[in-house]
């Protein structure tokens, strides 16, 4: 998972998040996460056995930082090899053989 920013998605506010949205069984699932920012949701069904993640986002503005593309950062990070990145909606609804009209 990417550092964004040192106060953003810290251990501590994603325990928060987990505990408040807490995931079902993903072990041996596919699991698509849209709008992955820092890819902490990715690598948290990642480490509890989802056989593919694919995150998809875009760059933006981040405060102490200017313009982040996190896709790119992602990548760049991302030991995992469950986990792939995307930027584009429409190469991932071709990747997941989705009809164009989703």
């Not at 953003?8 to 709008?35: F, I, N």
């Not at 069904?45 to 056989?51: S, T, V």
């Not at 503005?61 to 930027?87: M, P, Q, T, W």
Request: a positive charge; hydrophobic letters at 45%.
């Amino acid at each position: 998972m990417i550092s964004v920013a040192p106060d953003y998605q810290t251990p501590r506010r994603m325990a928060a998040k987990l505990q408040a949205v807490p995931l079902p069984e993903l072990r041996g699932k596919r699991v698509l996460d849209v709008g992955c920012d820092a890819g902490a949701w990715c690598w948290l069904a990642a480490e509890q056995g989802a056989a593919d993640v694919l995150g998809l986002d875009r760059g933006r503005e981040v405060r102490g930082r200017g313009f982040v593309d996190v896709i790119k950062e992602n990548r760049r990070c991302a030991a995992h090899k469950a986990i792939s990145y995307l930027r584009s909606l429409r190469r991932c609804i071709l990747l997941l053989g989705l009809s164009s009209s989703v």
